[in-house]
């Protein structure tokens, strides 16, 4: 047994036949067509016919001395042909007839081919004089055509069309029609012979022959010329013999023993596919193209070469026959492949069994099928037996039919069954019986036989002996069953009249019978017959439930449907097979959208393979039987990722979730739910939840929703839990789905048809519930028609509408007589009575229809009135009424305007905010002169340019005109205005208004003419264009003023203009000249201001700030730093600290922002300015430590301080005493007392100085505190050093203390972005309210403490700043 491929098996020796029946020497053999018959010819010139299994069948003596050359049947199988050497006869014989006949060729020379027509009855006969006979079976005419060839005919062979291709000594192949009219000739290279076509399914046209004995032609029948040389290795020797088989392949055997496959496709690859030395010498072979296998025989060998995809030899199938059977010279195959047969040189002719031929039978989950001609076994598809050795029933015959039951087996042929028990382990034969007529069909349970013969059933125990049998139909009715089956307590069985019927077997009574349209064909049932698909002779396909006497045909059922199987593992599965596909169905037998029967579904198809038949299905897997005869298991398409799942016992993601989806397909919803379980993922959840629903697995659906966390559809389900009956649980679902009209019909069928009209009033359906209700609660009639009525006026149905409101209001009534007055009918009535004013007004009823709606007293109502009259009735002043009424005003004064009623339109004008009412109004009162209520009309509707034109043109308020364009911004207001300016001769407010206007050249105008030019550039600000700042700069450099003329040539953007009329300004305009300068980038202006600045156009040097401003506005921040670090300088050295200190900030702050390094010098002169500035604020602080550390910073670089050496040391030397800094005091004391110093000594600090230097007393400094430094935490230096012992880096500085700045308390200026000390940086500023390196207000709230780590990486980037080079020049 195999499992997804096929495995032969081994040849078996079928008969054989002896040298006596041919006279020793070389034996001609030729199997019938269909494999009926073997004919043979020996030396004894008897041609010899035997069946199948060897029985001789027919003896044909041959007439002359000569020996057979040739043994032929036609296409048919009907007549065998046989050529004899010497003779011009043909011996014919008739196979049906058993008869034979001779056919007189008439010709005197050799006959050397006989060739029997591959499409028509012709038999062509070839000459060794190259001339050639048509003979037809047929008409028996003969056809003579003279000189086909010029020398002997070698070979021929017919094509599909029917042409005739032959080869001959004169190395010439022709192509004949099947008259013998010759179509085509080509010359080949040499000899030819071995001409043959192979069989295609698309009706090919291609040939081959041998050439020279060594090369193969393929050539097209149709254009024969040319052609393709397949050319073999010279170590091959001659070819021997070639077959075509598979699409397009040649086999080749050799005189050397060599055996080749390679392809004959015209371009495809010259790659030998197989080539082998099989023998010493040559060899004969045979191919058979429905097993896909060669065999090869040379000398006593036969050898097997698989030729499927992996084109091997199978030793395991090689036989080696008796020395006195002599050398094999000849072998051939029957057309299916069943049996091999070989001649020898002896004279012996033998047979082998080479594969079965196909017959099985199922039985629940066991399976029987042919192992030999003369044995069977029985299998199990049971997972935990499927190593158990198959039992074997040996039989005596080779049977056409078989069945299985669960303990017997029964097989036969014809009118004979022999039934085996299965129950001995040698499965003997129980008991034979022969029936009045040939079997079609044998069908076995546990305790009965039902046979199928002529159109009845005859049913019978399994006792030997029973002759006490039922049959169906009875004698008085038709014997026309075409099909039955049969399961453990029913016997069914089909007719040609289309009728179904179940025999209860216990009591052999008729219990149910389906009538079918037409005629039954096939039956299929599930193991209890409880569900049945037949097929009928339109070859339709229907499942059927006896349950319900109910057949539903099945979706897509295979029109060539030979076979259904339901699953043995899973009763819901079908497998239904054609000859090429297996088709798979579901079947549900609850679902929502079948009414409690279920239905059939297909899920998928699978391929199958080609020589498989179909046993039966098990769990996923169709158990089939080969052409050979071997078992194979075929896994479907729709069960693959379960069967691989289940072989491994679990897989990846993707092949997890292909097995979920599997699952569901075939509603195995406990096994999808443990898949879902384990790839965890909501979309399966849902798809379950949904899969479930539909099949009425409500307890299922309600866990997958809850893992799907969908509350409401858990809380929903859960309601339905307790629904026992199937119709409207099923109706509920549908509802839950969607399908309202599945609903409905599953709603009225079950206990609770109410449910149909609630569900039709929930959705608004008021015609279904209309209609429901009449039958099911006509108390509700009067609500659903007014809910009706509402909905035809929607879709204008007006007339029905109001007949219903009507209805609905006289039920209302009605209704309310039999209510208290606290009954909720008076709503329903209010409704009802609005509907009838409405419907009455569409009717056309103008008149009663407004009376109605104003009874009604409701202001929707009226306004709904109101809309009718206006828009469809023409009523306006009616209209108009109701609307007011309806407290819809804007659409009353609408009206009122529209009918020039503007006595009803004023009353209503203060509770309008519609503009465009508001205007129309506006101009009515316009035109009536009333031109404050127009301007207020129009200033309310926002119609600027009309309140303007009415202030200006009629009201005379031109001071309230100017305020309203000023506030507005209206252009054709302003022109008004300025137009009205102009005309009053108010220039300056004209300049205004014209610009307001967009009339720039009239303002200009204005401007120009009356000298108010500045009321122009006034107005004109940033917004102006190009032009009007060109006219501007014009108009102020004829009037000589450079300034002005400079400025507006600059938002001209003529730059070199301005530039030169800023420097005719002097120092004065240097602003405005280097933004100018830095706006235009210019080397040549750049040249030209630094020419002014340098003096070295008027000899007079500027203030080097300027410089520093230039560069600063170019962006070359190099040369502004370098500019900076000497204007500093100079500030610093007539003291102007604080300026200095300003200077060097704004740089550091300008080049840090620009990502420019900033200069150690820079960086280094800040550090000392900020240093000295600190010292005030801390010293007033008390922190005089800190503050003497600071000024011993400074007066170790006091010659950058030349203007206040003294002071500062003298400050110097008096905090370090006050600080016990002794040896700092003592040092810079020593230095006050050098005599450049000591006479510019306050007289008050000259003593207290000379004692510290006469009498030091200790001369040693507080130690220092040491912290560790940002960039080495095992670093420790001096608060007051700046420089890390280890990395060597500067360590950036505290702008509150001047110490350096630690990891652990440092924050950052929320206004300069310098580092300080948390706790100091946040007193100071309590203190001093203003940080003390950018002087800027700053707010406690703002100081945020920065992580270590984020002090680090502060400190960090200061490193890579200093240590980057510039990125801008």
């Known amino acids: 047994i195999a499992a997804g491929g096929v495995t032969a098996t081994t040849m078996k020796k079928l008969f054989a036949v002896s040298p006596k029946s041919h006279g020793r020497g070389s034996v001609t053999v030729a199997w019938h067509p269909q494999g009926s018959f073997l004919a043979t010819c020996g030396k004894n010139r008897v041609v010899n016919v035997f069946n199948r299994q060897g029985e001789e069948h027919a003896e044909i003596a041959l007439d002359g001395s000569g020996k057979c050359t040739g043994l032929e049947w036609d296409k048919d199988g009907e007549m065998l042909a046989v050529m004899q050497e010497k003779s011009p006869v043909i011996k014919l014989w008739d196979a049906n007839q058993n008869s034979e006949s001779s056919l007189d060729t008439g010709v005197k020379e050799e006959l050397t081919l006989i060739c029997w027509s591959a499409a028509g009855?012709?038999?062509?006969?070839?000459?060794?004089?190259?001339?050639?006979?048509?003979?037809?079976?047929?008409?028996?005419?003969?056809?003579?055509?003279?000189?086909?060839?010029?020398?002997?005919?070698?070979?021929?062979?017919?094509?599909?069309?029917?042409?005739?291709?032959?080869?001959?000594?004169?190395?010439?192949?022709?192509?004949?029609?099947?008259?013998?009219?010759?179509?085509?000739?080509?010359?080949?290279k040499a000899e030819g012979s071995a001409i043959q076509i192979p069989a295609r399914g698309g009706g090919g046209s291609v040939a081959s022959v041998v050439s020279g004995g060594s090369t193969l032609l393929v050539f097209d029948v149709n254009q024969p010329t040319g052609g393709t040389e397949l050319?073999?290795?010279?170590?091959?020797?001659?070819?021997?013999?070639?077959?075509?088989?598979?699409?397009?392949?040649?086999?080749?055997?050799?005189?050397?023993?060599?055996?080749?496959?390679?392809?004959?496709?015209?371009?495809?690859?010259?790659?030998?596919?197989?080539?082998?030395?099989?023998?010493?010498?040559?060899?004969?072979?045979?191919?058979?193209a429905q097993t896909r296998r060669a065999a090869v025989c040379s000398g006593r060998e036969i050898k097997i070469v698989d030729l499927d995809d992996e084109y091997r030899e199978m030793e395991d199938e090689s036989m080696l026959l008796d020395s006195e059977d002599g050398d094999l010279q000849h072998v051939t195959w029957t057309r299916d492949g069943q049996v091999l047969t070989v001649s020898s040189s002896s004279g012996a002719v033998l047979s082998f069994l080479a594969c079965l031929p196909p017959l099985a039978i199922a039985h629940g989950a066991s399976y029987m099928y042919l192992t030999s001609l003369m044995e069977l076994s029985v299998c199990s598809a049971l997972p935990d037996r499927?190593?158990?050795?198959?039992?074997?029933?040996?039989?005596?015959?080779?049977?056409?039919?078989?069945?299985?039951?669960?303990?017997?087996?029964?097989?036969?042929?014809?009118?004979?069954?022999?039934?085996?028990?299965?129950?001995?382990?040698?499965?003997?034969?129980?008991?034979?019986?022969?029936?009045?007529?040939?079997?079609?069909?044998?069908?076995?349970?546990?305790?009965?036989?039902?046979?199928?013969?002529?159109?009845?059933?005859?049913?019978?125990?399994?006792?030997?002996?029973?002759?006490?049998?039922?049959?169906?139909?009875?004698?008085?009715?038709?014997?026309?069953?075409?099909?039955?089956?049969?399961?453990?307590?029913?016997?069914?069985?089909?007719?040609?009249?289309?009728?179904?019927?179940?025999?209860?077997?216990?009591?052999?009574?008729?219990?149910?019978?389906?009538?079918?349209?037409?005629?039954i064909a096939k039956l299929f049932p599930n193991d209890s017959a409880t569900r049945l698909v037949f097929v009928d002779d339109t070859a339709a396909g229907f499942l059927y439930n006896p349950v319900v006497d109910l057949a539903r045909p099945i979706p897509r059922f295979p029109p060539a449907a030979i076979r259904v199987m339901w699953d043995s593992a899973d009763w819901g599965v079908l497998v239904v097979h054609d000859a090429k596909v297996l088709s798979v169905y579901v079947y549900s037998q609850h679902h929502v959208s079948d009414e409690g029967s279920g239905g059939v579904k297909p899920i998928g198809q699978t391929k199958l393979q080609p020589g498989l038949t179909p046993i039966m299905a098990y769990d996923g897997t169709v158990i089939s039987q080969a052409d050979?005869?071997?078992?194979?298991?075929?896994?479907?398409?729709?069960?693959?990722?379960?069967?691989?799942?289940?072989?491994?016992?679990?897989?990846a993601g993707e092949t997890l979730r292909k097995c979920f989806h599997q699952n569901l397909e075939l509603l195995r919803f406990t096994r999808a739910w443990e898949v879902a379980k384990l790839l965890r993922d909501q979309e399966l959840y849902l798809k379950l939840a949904r899969a479930a629903l539909l099949n009425l697995d409500v307890a299922l659906a309600e866990r997958a929703y809850r893992e799907q966390g969908d509350a409401c559809m858990v809380l929903t389900l859960s309601k339905l839990r307790a629904i026992e009956d199937a119709n409207l649980l099923a109706g509920h679902i549908a509802l839950t789905f969607e399908d309202y009209s599945r609903a409905q019909e599953l709603f009225l069928v079950s206990t609770r048809p109410i449910a149909a009209l609630e569900m039709r009033r929930d959705l608004l359906h008021w015609e279904q519930a209309l209609k429901l209700a009449k039958t099911l609660a006509p108390e509700q009639v009067p609500y659903i028609s007014c809910e009706f009525a509402q909905q035809l006026e929607f879709r204008e149905e007006y007339e029905r509408a109001l007949q219903m409101y009507t209805a609905g209001l006289n039920a209302a009534e009605a209704l309310a007589s039999r209510f208290d007055a606290r009954g909720g009918d008076s709503r329903l009535a209010h409704a009802c009575a609005v509907g009838v004013a409405k419907m009455t007004l569409r009717m056309g009823d103008a008149g009663r229809g407004a009376q109605l709606a104003l009874e009604t007293g409701d202001a929707q109502c009226c306004r709904e009135c109101a809309d009718i009259l206006d828009t469809v009735l023409k009523q306006p002043q009616d209209a108009a009424r109701l609307y007011e009424e309806g407290d819809a005003p804007e659409k009353a004064v609408k009206i009122y305007i529209r009918t020039k009623n503007w006595v009803a339109a004023k009353p209503l004008m203060g509770r309008i905010s519609a503009p465009k009412l508001l205007i129309e109004y506006a101009k009515a009162k316009e035109i009536d002169k009333a031109y404050e209520e127009a301007a207020a009309a129009y200033e309310k509707a926002n119609d600027v340019d009309s309140v303007v034109r009415l202030l200006l043109s009629h009201l005379g308020k031109a001071q309230r005109a100017f305020a309203v364009v000023r506030e507005s911004k209206s252009s054709q207001g302003a022109l008004l205005v300025a137009r009205h300016c102009v005309s009053a001769g108010d220039s300056r407010n004209a300049i205004e208004f014209f610009l307001l206007a967009k009339r720039a050249e009239d303002a200009f105008e204005a401007a120009s003419t009356n000298d108010h030019m500045e009321v122009f550039t006034a107005a004109l600000g940033a917004d102006g264009s190009p032009s009007d700042y060109k006219k501007v700069a014009q108009y102020y450099e004829e009037r000589g003023d450079p300034m002005r003329a400079g400025e507006f040539w600059f938002l001209f953007k003529d730059y070199a203009k301005a530039l030169r009329l800023f420097l005719q300004c002097g120092e004065r305009a240097v602003r405005q000249a280097t933004e100018v300068v830095g706006r235009a980038r210019s080397d040549t202006l750049t040249h030209q201001l630094i020419d002014f600045l340098m003096g070295e156009t008027d000899g007079v040097p500027k203030d080097p700030n300027y410089i520093f401003k230039l560069y600063m506005a170019l962006g070359n921040y190099t040369q502004a730093a370098k500019t900076a670090i000497i204007i500093a300088r100079q500030e610093q050295e007539v003291g102007?600290?604080?300026?200095?200190?300003?200077?060097?900030?704004?740089?550091?702050?300008?080049?840090?922002?620009?990502?420019?390094?900033?200069?150690?010098?820079?960086?280094?002169?800040?550090?000392?300015?900020?240093?000295?500035?600190?010292?005030?604020?801390?010293?007033?602080?008390?922190?005089?430590?800190?503050?003497?550390?600071?000024?011993?910073?400074?007066?170790?670089?006091?010659?950058?301080?030349p203007a206040h050496v003294v002071p500062i040391l003298t400050s110097c030397v008096i905090e370090c005493h006050r600080a016990g800094l002794r040896e700092s005091a003592f040092e810079f004391a020593t230095t006050l007392m050098r005599p450049e110093y000591r006479e510019q000594l306050q007289e008050g600090f000259r003593r207290k100085i000379e004692n510290i230097v006469r009498k030091p007393g200790d001369k040693t400094d507080a130690e220092e505190a040491e912290t560790p430094s940002p960039f080495d935490s095992a670093a420790r230096l001096p608060e007051s050093e700046l420089e890390c012992p280890s990395t060597k880096n500067q360590i950036p500085y505290c702008v509150a203390t001047g110490r350096h700045v630690v990891t652990s308390d440092m924050c950052l200026c929320p206004s300069c972005g310098f580092p300080a000390s948390y706790a100091v940086f946040t007193q100071l500023i309590q203190t001093e309210g203003v940080c003390q390196m950018c002087m800027q207000q700053v707010q406690v709230k703002d100081i945020v403490k920065l992580e270590p780590a984020e002090a680090q990486a502060f400190c960090l980037r200061s490193v890579q700043r200093a240590e980057r080079e510039p990125g801008r020049q």
């Open 231 to 288: 050319k073999f290795s010279p170590t091959y020797g001659k070819v021997t013999s070639y077959r075509w088989f598979g699409d397009g392949l040649v086999a080749v055997a050799f005189d050397s023993g060599y055996f080749v496959v390679r392809s004959a496709e015209v371009g495809a690859s010259t790659e030998e596919l197989f080539s082998k030395k099989l023998f010493a010498g040559a060899a004969s072979l045979a191919v058979s």
């Open 628 to 651: 050979n005869g071997a078992i194979v298991h075929v896994p479907l398409s729709t069960h693959d990722a379960i069967l691989k799942v289940a072989a491994k016992g679990g897989a």
């Open 1136 to 1201: 102007n600290y604080r300026v200095a200190h300003q200077i060097l900030f704004d740089t550091h702050r300008e080049l840090s922002s620009q990502r420019i390094r900033v200069p150690q010098e820079l960086a280094n002169s800040l550090m000392l300015l900020h240093s000295y500035v600190l010292v005030k604020p801390l010293s007033k602080s008390g922190d005089h430590m800190t503050a003497a550390r600071l000024l011993c910073r400074v007066a170790r670089s006091i010659s950058r301080f």
């Open 386 to 519: 499927k190593g158990d050795e198959p039992r074997r029933v040996r039989i005596g015959m080779e049977p056409t039919f078989a069945a299985l039951g669960p303990a017997h087996a029964a097989v036969g042929m014809n009118n004979q069954v022999f039934f085996h028990s299965l129950e001995a382990d040698d499965c003997p034969l129980a008991f034979e019986r022969e029936y009045l007529g040939t079997v079609d069909q044998v069908i076995l349970n546990a305790d009965f036989v039902a046979v199928l013969s002529e159109g009845r059933v005859q049913v019978h125990t399994l006792r030997e002996g029973d002759d006490g049998a039922q049959i169906f139909p009875g004698k008085d009715e038709s014997a026309d069953v075409t099909c039955m089956c049969m399961s453990r307590d029913f016997l069914v069985y089909g007719t040609a009249r289309g009728t179904i019927s179940y025999i209860f077997l216990q009591e052999f009574a008729l219990i149910n019978e389906y009538r079918h349209e037409c005629g």
């Open 121 to 188: 009855p012709q038999l062509a006969i070839g000459t060794a004089k190259g001339n050639l006979l048509i003979y037809n079976k047929r008409t028996l005419k003969k056809q003579s055509i003279a000189g086909k060839h010029a020398k002997t005919i070698t070979s021929g062979a017919w094509s599909s069309d029917n042409k005739l291709v032959l080869a001959s000594a004169d190395r010439q192949v022709t192509i004949s029609n099947a008259d013998g009219d010759a179509l085509a000739q080509t010359a080949l």
